[in-house]
């Protein structure tokens, strides 16, 4: 029966066809070819809502679309399409937002004069739709290669401006480092190929039910000499290598702050819904290999922690709006990490879909202001912005509050779920996880005031600039995406409200635990919440917990927006975190990662592979020019024969003759 | 009846005096003589056996060398004037420009 389902190819293609269309004829469209992408992910957003309807049903498709190589005796290697509740949600998630940022571009982009407008509109079409087929890829294989062309799309989009020297650099930053990580991606693939002969995601022969079968000994697959156990969690940490470049978690996290070179829109999209959610929905994704790892597991929640209080401790001195944003983006994807390292899979998730649609917000958010501060970011050249641009105000506020995890905006019950799951399960006897926990719950205070530090400073006090007094005005293509997003900012955390379940025991308000429970046997929640090596504990009862974690989180982001409150809410705020001395120029230059990679590849690296080339150049190619170099002397010998003279030549040939006369006689006797 | 040994004496004979002239002259006139002589050495031996042998093959087989010689004598001779148009003479030790 051709279902709706049947239909999820196009949600792919139709970004890729407005690709096309404003690569081969934008220039000749009007608005730069603004309205093919408008159409394209508008028609994308439909059947991604009609995809969520029919999976809501029940429904899950998972075909093989193309082989593009076929296997003899061997794996074949095709694209497939795999619908089932976590990729229809992110399906949703991704046209909505691109949805959102293509209409925001015609004010960011169109209204301000830009030039270069059709490249820009294909790179964002190409970028939906390698996302969207990223997000439906049926196995691994397909799944590297579209994060490859989302990586490909961000380096364009980033280095949008080329003709200034910032854009550029950052955007080969971006590749490289993102690179760096899929290097070892790609390995990882190579490896699944070979222990299991399949990259599947779902179904009985998908390659995290072969890992589960192969622990309880009921498969076997090709370990190469090593304990199952050893190896998956050996390839699970290769493929973690794509997930900590993109999803940018320490140490690879350092291009993330620079791509805000590229339009405020592009990284709107990259943070809320595309790059840098690949990594994270990739380990979503392939949670049932994870799972049955604890070791790739802990390591997964403490690069989460860290990476979460890390990046936090660094948005806390930045004076730009969109570099605050950016470690903000950095420490909440060290949420989700921390989750699904904690166990927390819907947790994860969950934070996943309220983080794209805060962050966007406050991307937008911040690309309306820009708009208003005429492409001045820094926040000490604003303040006073709430009278004048009230649209952005309230839902800037609206992503703030859900940023900082205040109740009952969206943040608030997707991060409470992250640390109380993270918490539940560290009690459970896990003190590494506690560890983890301990850090994200002290991110927390931090996120609460950078989050409202870069608030007051932008919108409130009074204006410190001739452009903050008399700001640019924005159009409804702007206002328009805000609200929405604002919207859903404050009412997204319903969808799964597990903390007033666990408080007040009214039941089935969970939705989202619901909805991941669904779909394909061994790709639901209830299916990783049994694989997952923790325990639960309480502290007193279960209720008890949930009410403690969420009190101390929230009475943690209360007390970081009060201060924040206290210090910049005031007409005339002053530099209070140059109070902090040394600490703020160690903060203020990022820890020196910047200064601490450069040394790595100019101190180590480059050194190597001077080593390298001397080896090169002195052996490898010695032995080939010396091989050449004896033919060429013996054949400059052997050619003084060839002399040309036809009287020489004869003679030769009578003398070989000659001489082979004489051997047959000679053998033959007929001297004897 | 002439017994089969003289002509083969005559046919060495006259082979050995081309291949003189090919190792001794420089000429390309007398080169392509001395080559001609040798050809008919072998035809001699050709015509000798299949007299002995009272077999027409050999003699059908001389016919056709000397067909194949006139051929040869005209590339030969077309050889020999481009030599002379390029290295104004026909010395075969002239023309050593294209070895290596």
Known sequence: ?672 | MVPPEYYLLLSAAVFCIGLFGILTRRNALLFLMSVELMLNAANINLVAFSYVWGNVTGQTLGLFTMALAAAEVAIGIGIILVLYRNFDGVDVTDATTMRW
């Open chain 1, 1 to 672: 029966m051709a279902g709706i389902l049947d239909f999820a190819p196009a949600i792919v293609l139709l970004p890729f066809v407005s690709f096309l269309v404003a690569l081969s004829v934008g220039d000749r469209l009007p608005k730069g070819g603004a309205f093919a992408g408008i159409a394209a992910t508008a028609g994308s957003l439909v059947l991604a809502i009609a995809t969520v309807l029919t999976v809501a049903g029940g429904q899950t498709y998972d075909a093989t679309i193309y082989t593009w190589a076929e296997g003899i005796d061997a794996v074949d290697l095709t694209f497939g399409v795999l619908i089932d509740p976590l990729s229809a949600m992110m399906l949703l998630i991704v046209t909505l937002i691109a949805f959102l940022v293509h209409v925001f571009s015609l004010g960011y982009m169109n209204d301000e004069g830009e030039t270069g407008l059709p490249r820009y509109y294909a790179g964002l079409g190409l970028f939906t739709a390698s996302m969207l087929g990223f997000v439906v890829a049926d196995n691994l294989l397909m799944a590297f290669m579209f994060f490859e062309l989302v990586g490909l799309c961000s380096y364009l989009l980033i280095g949008f401006h080329f003709r200034e020297p910032g854009p550029p650099s950052a955007a080969k930053k971006a590749f490289l480092v993102t690179r760096f990580g899929d290097y070892f991606f790609l390995v990882g693939v190579v490896a699944v190929f070979a222990t299991f002969g399949t990259a599947a995601f779902a179904g009985s022969e998908s390659f995290p039910a072969l890992a589960e079968a192969a622990l309880n000994g009921e498969a076997s697959v090709t370990t190469f000499g090593f304990e199952p156990q050893t190896w998956f969690t050996i390839v699970g940490l290769l493929v973690l290598g794509g997930v900590i470049g993109k999803s940018a978690q320490f140490p690879l996290h350092t291009w993330l702050p620079d791509a805000m070179e590229g339009p405020t829109p592009v990284s709107a999209l990259i943070h809320a819904a595309t790059m840098v959610a690949a990594g994270v929905y990739l380990v979503a994704r392939m949670y049932g290999f994870y799972a049955i790892s604890p070791t790739a597991l802990a390591i997964i929640a403490f690069i989460g922690g860290f990476t979460a209080l890390f990046a936090a401790t660094m948005g806390l001195v930045k004076r730009e709006i969109k570099q605050v944003l950016a470690y903000s983006t950095i420490s909440q994807y060290g949420y989700m990490m921390l989750a699904l390292g904690g166990g927390g899979y819907v947790a994860a998730t969950f934070h996943l879909m309220t983080h794209a649609f805060f962050k966007a917000l406050l991307f937008l958010g911040a690309g309306s202001v820009i708009i208003a501060m005429h492409h001045n970011e820094n926040m000490w050249d604003m303040g006073g912005l709430k009278d004048k641009m009230p649209v952005t105000y309230y839902t800037f506020l609206a992503g703030s509050l859900a940023l900082a995890g205040i109740f009952p905006f969206a943040g608030f019950w997707s991060k409470d779920e992250v640390l109380y799951e993270t918490l539940i399960h560290g009690l459970g006897g896990s003190p590494l996880l506690l560890g983890a926990y301990a850090m994200g719950l002290l991110a927390v205070f931090f996120t609460g005031f950078y989050t409202f530090r870069m608030f007051f400073l932008t919108f409130h006090g009074n204006p410190r600039s001739q452009t903050a007094e008399d700001p640019h005005g924005v159009r409804w293509n702007v206002k328009g995406p805000l609200v929405v997003l604002g919207v859903l900012a404050t009412v997204a955390g319903v969808v799964n409200m597990v903390p007033i379940e666990k408080l007040l025991g009214i039941g089935g308000i969970d939705f989202l635990h619901q909805w991941l429970d669904g779909g394909f046997e061994g790709l639901t929640a209830h299916h990783y919440a049994d694989l997952i090596p923790y325990s639960s504990s309480y502290i007193g009862s279960e209720a008890t917990t949930v009410a403690v974690g969420a009190a101390v989180s929230l009475g943690l982001a209360l007390a970081g927006s009060g201060l924040a409150y206290l210090l910049y809410n005031v007409p005339e705020p002053i530099r209070h975190t140059d109070r902090l001395g040394r600490i703020k120029a160690v903060l203020y230059n990022n820890y020196y990662q910047d200064e601490y990679q450069v040394w790595l590849a100019n101190g180590v690296a480059r050194p190597l592979a001077r080593v390298a080339n001397k080896f090169d150049g002195g052996v490898v190619d010695g032995v080939v020019n010396g091989v050449s170099g004896v033919s060429l002397f013996a054949g400059g010998r052997v050619r003084r024969i060839q002399t040309g003279v036809v009287s020489n030549y004869a003679a030769l040939l009578t003398l070989g003759l000659t001489a082979l006369l004489l051997a047959f006689g000679i053998l033959g006797g007929w001297f004897v």
